[in-house]
């Protein structure tokens, strides 16, 4: 038996090249969207939990959302939800327990406060006080479908924790998994607070508060909502990237160009730009100098062409010459690239997307300049660049004038500029006034209202949201944010995450249509550590599985090797995002924002580690790279460097993957090396006890970067 791989990190966060310059997309999911598809009639995935805070003096009621896990950990002082005050709360996890097969079970809890756990009316776990592990569960005998409340409440001081374990017989200790939580598809109240919670995420990322005064960056700067601090691109120095001809019809009408955008309407309807429009384009084109045109060889664009495939922006994008806006995966279409950019100014967008614009979903992939022209030469000329046609001459005193009056500052940055516009302050919203200006469904009743791109629903959203719960903006629970990232960044282009499936995998015979069309590549061209399976680690259980500190490294991009490097893919950095997402998908497991210390190898069971890694055991090596030494034969994908393990992993999870690493990842290449309740196949190192061999495997990498190849 060989050891194909010991590892599956996470080496990539979704691949989403965003052409975004003014404006992104409209979020069409929630982070109440956490649970993943739903399965025939089972109904949808996850579980309802109802959060009731302890404080006597809040009026706002409990809250509900749907979790992944039955799991939490909120440190001492932040809020279980942004809809609650920080302190003492009740969690109680309400739905249904779905198995394939029923069978005989225990159930046993990490955590601190009070927990009891309920399966079909029984009481099988109760636990109290500052550590639930000495808790004991009682077996029960579960049905294909079951009911399970877990009503859990925090400590009246410190960090709030909870993490409901099951195993039986047969199965190793886990989280309760994720695909049997289920909970009924009607359930009033949830798409209540669901609407409530999409309605919170426009208000943030279609920028209200920037016409509408509030204190958020006080807000962000203590605990409060992220995406208030949303920036949008800086208008400095425009002329020098984009074409006035394709300012002036994106101002005039931003959803006209992309369906997405979050960029309102201002000026008068009709296909073609008013002279406002015009005047504002005229304007900014004239806030610097257009670079010198280019012209690039073919073979740039067949380049081009390859590494748009290869990157995966067709899990995001729409190929140039595509116009579908009712794409299912709401890809974004790359037309009139050439009619936007100038060539030189999409080479330097390529190479740092964040440079004008920091929260752009746009992320950066580190490409080379060849990289970017290579790309830049594909997207241009794939449709012969055709640009729009000339426009009437602008009246630039009259752009700038328009641009501070129109409001479009308060949202844009602009040097030695700024806006004379303000809509009615945050605070001196009406609940029954909430059906005018911008959130009227009347056209007509708008006036000089901006017209936003947003579905009926989208605007109920909003209403419902402003009515009465903005105090929430002023809180922010970690685990909302990295779902509602996750949504927003599309990790799911590159990514599988439990059920929902990554659209990279979906699209190959798109992306093998593009390729068709190009002249073959020499089998010589192909890098030899590119022929390795390419596809890209799973999401599943990324909270649970990676240390954050090494996530938040991850995130912001400051890692300075790659744990996969055979992948074409690239993990991209998040910079703005890179902490509280790591923390959001930690928090989600139950897992806590720091990682103990790791142990002192012992060598007793360091050199027993790597007696059970050498040629005649589990031969190791045959897979993964240790240190600077490669693996010597490799099946299909190599596994992750060993010396970077105990930087990234942590051990809990290390001891799970190795009991049956395909209930983990299903379909992952790693071989099951040790059986649930059998001794191991290796009868000589530990007395065959697979526990503790798997212990001496993990002080073996315990090592780091003083780890040594084992013996041949």
């Known amino acids: 038996?060989?050891?194909?791989?010991?590892?599956?990190?996470?080496?990539?966060?979704?691949?989403?090249?965003?052409?975004?310059?003014?404006?992104?997309?409209?979020?069409?999911?929630?982070?109440?969207?956490?649970?993943?598809?739903?399965?025939?009639?089972?109904?949808?995935?996850?579980?309802?939990?109802?959060?009731?805070?302890?404080?006597?003096?809040?009026?706002?009621?409990?809250?509900?959302?749907?979790?992944?896990?039955?799991?939490?950990?909120?440190?001492?002082?932040?809020?279980?939800?942004?809809?609650?005050?920080?302190?003492?709360?009740?969690?109680?996890?309400?739905?249904?327990?779905?198995?394939?097969?029923?069978?005989?079970?225990?159930?046993?809890?990490?955590?601190?406060?009070?927990?009891?756990?309920?399966?079909?009316?029984?009481?099988?776990?109760?636990?109290?006080?500052?550590?639930?592990?000495?808790?004991?569960?009682?077996?029960?005998?579960?049905?294909?479908?079951?009911?399970?409340?877990?009503?859990?409440?925090?400590?009246?001081?410190?960090?709030?924790?909870?993490?409901?374990?099951?195993?039986?017989?047969?199965?190793?200790?886990?989280?309760?998994?994720?695909?049997?939580?289920?909970?009924?598809?009607?359930?009033?109240?949830?798409?209540?607070?669901?609407?409530?919670?999409?309605?919170?995420?426009?208000?943030?990322?279609?920028?209200?508060?920037?016409?509408?005064?509030?204190?958020?960056?006080?807000?962000?700067?203590?605990?409060g909502m992220p995406e208030l601090a949303i920036d949008s691109p800086s208008l400095d120095a425009l002329g020098s990237r984009l074409r006035p001809e394709w300012l002036a019809r994106w101002i005039h009408d931003p959803a006209a160009l992309r369906p997405t955008a979050t960029m309102p309407r201002l000026f008068a309807d009709g296909d073609k730009p008013d002279q406002n429009a015009i005047d504002i384009a005229g304007y900014l084109a004239s806030l610097g100098n257009p670079p010198k045109e280019e012209d690039k060889a073919d073979d740039e664009e067949i380049a081009g062409t390859r590494l748009f495939a290869q990157l995966g922006c067709i899990g995001c994008h729409l190929p140039p010459g595509q116009d579908n806006f009712e794409d299912e995966r709401k890809r974004i279409p790359l037309r009139d690239m050439g009619a936007k950019y100038y060539p030189a100014a999409l080479r330097a967008f390529l190479m740092e997307p964040e440079k004008h614009y920091h929260w752009i979903r746009m992320p950066n992939f580190k490409l080379s300049e060849k990289e970017a022209q290579k790309l830049t030469t594909f997207l241009m000329r794939t449709e012969k660049r055709v640009l729009f046609e000339a426009l009437p001459k602008a009246d630039i005193a009259n752009g700038k004038k328009l641009l501070e009056s129109t409001g479009c500052l308060n949202c844009h940055a602009l040097h030695g500029s700024k806006t004379t516009l303000a809509g009615p302050a945050h605070a001196a919203w009406k609940a029954d006034k909430l059906n005018a200006a911008c959130l009227t469904d009347d056209a007509a009743a708008a006036g000089k209202s901006p017209r936003f791109n947003l579905t009926a629903e989208q605007k109920a959203a909003l209403r419902a949201f402003a009515a009465d719960k903005r105090g929430s903006l002023q809180r922010e629970a970690a685990p909302e944010f990295a779902q509602r990232q996750m949504n927003l960044l599309r990790c799911n282009a590159c990514h599988k995450r439990g059920e929902l499936a990554d659209h990279w995998t979906q699209l190959r015979d798109e992306e093998a249509g593009l390729l068709a069309a190009l002249p073959m590549l020499d089998p010589e061209d192909e890098p030899k550590q590119f022929k390795a399976d390419q596809t890209r680690p799973t999401l599943t259980w990324a909270g649970e599985k990676l240390k954050p500190e090494w996530m938040t490294q991850l995130f912001a991009g400051k890692l300075d090797y790659r744990s996969r490097p055979y992948l074409r893919a690239r993990m991209p950095a998040f910079p703005q995002r890179a902490q509280m997402l790591a923390h959001g998908l930690a928090f989600e497991h139950g897992c806590p924002p720091n990682s103990p210390a790791d142990v002192k190898p012992d060598p007793k069971l360091v050199q027993a580690g790597i007696d059970l890694a050498s040629k005649s055991r589990w031969n190791c090596a045959s897979c993964h790279d240790v240190g600077k030494t490669a693996a010597v034969g490799v099946f299909e994908a190599p596994g992750p460097n060993f010396m970077y393990v105990k930087d990234r992993m942590r051990p809990e999870y290390f001891d799970r993957w190795l009991w049956n690493p395909l209930r983990v990842e299903p379909g992952t290449k790693m071989p099951t090396p040790y059986f649930w309740g059998q001794p191991s196949q290796i009868k000589d190192v530990l007395e065959g006890d697979a526990s503790k061999q798997i212990d001496a495997l993990w002080h073996y990498l315990l090592q780091g970067d003083r780890i040594k190849p084992p013996p041949e």
């Not at 950990?73 to 609650?84: C, H």
């Open 1 to 223: 038996m060989r050891f194909i791989s010991l590892l599956l990190p996470i080496a990539l966060i979704g691949s989403a090249i965003t052409l975004a310059i003014v404006g992104g997309a409209v979020p069409t999911r929630t982070a109440l969207a956490a649970a993943d598809d739903d399965d025939d009639d089972k109904g949808p995935q996850g579980i309802p939990t109802t959060f009731t805070t302890a404080d006597p003096a809040w009026k706002g009621g409990p809250d509900l959302r749907v979790s992944r896990f039955v799991a939490l950990y909120v440190p001492a002082g932040q809020p279980p939800t942004p809809f609650l005050p920080a302190g003492p709360f009740t969690a109680v996890f309400d739905g249904k327990l779905m198995l394939d097969l029923g069978g005989e079970h225990t159930f046993a809890a990490e955590g601190r406060g009070n927990v009891v756990v309920t399966i079909n009316g029984e009481n099988v776990l109760e636990a109290a006080g500052d550590d639930f592990r000495n808790a004991k569960g009682k077996a029960i005998r579960l049905k294909k479908e079951n009911t399970l409340r877990v009503k859990y409440s925090s400590p009246a001081t410190g960090d709030a924790q909870l993490r409901l374990f099951w195993e039986s017989p047969d199965m190793r200790r886990e989280s309760l998994h994720w695909k049997n939580l289920r909970h009924l598809p009607e359930n009033k109240a949830l798409e209540a607070s669901t609407t409530v919670r999409q309605g919170r995420e426009l208000l943030a990322t279609q920028r209200c508060l920037k016409c509408h005064a509030a204190d958020a960056e006080t807000w962000v700067k203590h605990g």
